[in-house]
């Protein structure tokens, strides 16, 4: 789970960059100045997504350092005025952190979603159908990814670090992919092959996990 936290560091940078150029009371002219301050987020918005899409795109599920690089590339090439104001960010930021565990746990779990789905897809795949299991496989993808990206920018969009808002708005997606990876064991021959076992066991896990993430999310945070 290294190269995963790896990751979330970075997320969590790009994110507590782009909450700090909202903050007011700061002095740095990155706030102060409101059209630098406006193309920024936007360069930190665009580099955060694209760092996530690539993550989530993973071969397999599996990550590690090469994959860890193919995230900041692409991120990078979405900030470029970001990058030049590098210095001048990391100063703004380390006047005031701006952590928020909770939004971190949540993108933690959904781009473990992506990467536990995309582990069972490869798992089930010598023993089904594989247009079958290719179409049903990105219906599922591309509706975690949609969740990902929308908490993702809600969360950027919403007045504090919570995370009401942005679970609220991704729920339905959730509901719909878990309707849908429901349909992986399915796919699976009746036999005990063990490849075919393991993909069952691993597409179980997905709706399972998806399961208790709707239902969690759905329920209101205690207060």
Same mark, same amino acid.
């Given at each position: 789970?290294?190269?995963?936290?790896?990751?979330?560091?970075?997320?969590?940078?790009?994110?507590?960059?782009? &909450?700090?150029?909202?903050?007011?009371?700061?002095?740095?002219?990155?706030?102060?100045?409101? %059209?630098?301050g406006k193309?920024?987020? &936007?360069?930190?918005?665009?580099?955060?997504?694209?760092?996530?899409?690539?993550?989530?795109?993973?071969?397999?599920?599996?990550?590690?350092?090469?994959?860890?690089?193919?995230?900041?590339?692409?991120?990078?090439?979405?900030?470029?005025?970001?990058?030049?104001?590098?210095?001048?960010?990391?100063?703004?930021? !380390? *006047?005031? =952190?701006?952590?928020?565990? *909770?939004?971190?746990?949540? +993108?933690?779990?959904?781009?473990n979603l992506?990467?536990?789905?995309?582990?069972?897809?490869?798992?089930?795949?010598?023993?089904?159908?594989?247009?079958?299991?290719?179409?049903?496989?990105? %219906?599922?993808?591309?509706?975690?990814? %949609?969740?990902?990206?929308?908490?993702?920018?809600?969360? =950027? *969009?919403?007045? !504090?670090?919570?995370?009401?808002?942005?679970?609220?708005?991704?729920?339905? &997606?959730?509901?719909?992919? *878990?309707?849908?990876?429901?349909?992986?064991?399915?796919?699976?021959?009746?036999?005990?092959?063990?490849?075919?076992s393991l993909? +069952?066991?691993?597409?179980?896990?997905?709706?399972?996990?998806?399961?208790?993430?709707?239902?969690?999310?759905?329920?209101?945070?205690?207060?």
């Open positions: 789970m290294d190269d995963l936290n790896r990751a979330l560091d970075d997320l969590d940078g790009l994110h507590e960059a782009f &909450h700090a150029l909202s903050d007011s009371p700061r002095a740095s002219p990155l706030v102060s100045d409101a %059209k630098l193309k920024l987020r &936007h360069d930190l918005a665009a580099g955060a997504d694209a760092y996530a899409s690539t993550l989530i795109s993973s071969s397999r599920g599996e990550l590690d350092a090469g994959r860890i690089k193919k995230c900041r590339t692409a991120a990078l090439a979405r900030m470029p005025l970001a990058v030049a104001n590098q210095k001048r960010l990391a100063a703004l930021v !380390n *006047e005031r =952190r701006l952590s928020s565990p *909770e939004v971190r746990s949540d +993108v933690e779990r959904l781009i992506s990467l536990l789905c995309r582990g069972a897809l490869a798992a089930l795949a010598p023993t089904v159908d594989r247009r079958a299991a290719d179409a049903l496989g990105n %219906k599922v993808l591309v509706e975690l990814r %949609k969740a990902t990206l929308l908490y993702l920018s809600t969360e =950027r *969009e919403a007045d !504090n670090l919570g995370t009401e808002k942005p679970r609220a708005a991704v729920v339905e &997606h959730l509901k719909k992919t *878990e309707s849908h990876a429901s349909e992986f064991v399915s796919l699976a021959p009746g036999s005990g092959d063990g490849a075919s993909g +069952v066991t691993l597409s179980r896990d997905v709706v399972e996990m998806l399961h208790e993430t709707s239902l969690e999310w759905t329920s209101p945070l205690p207060a």
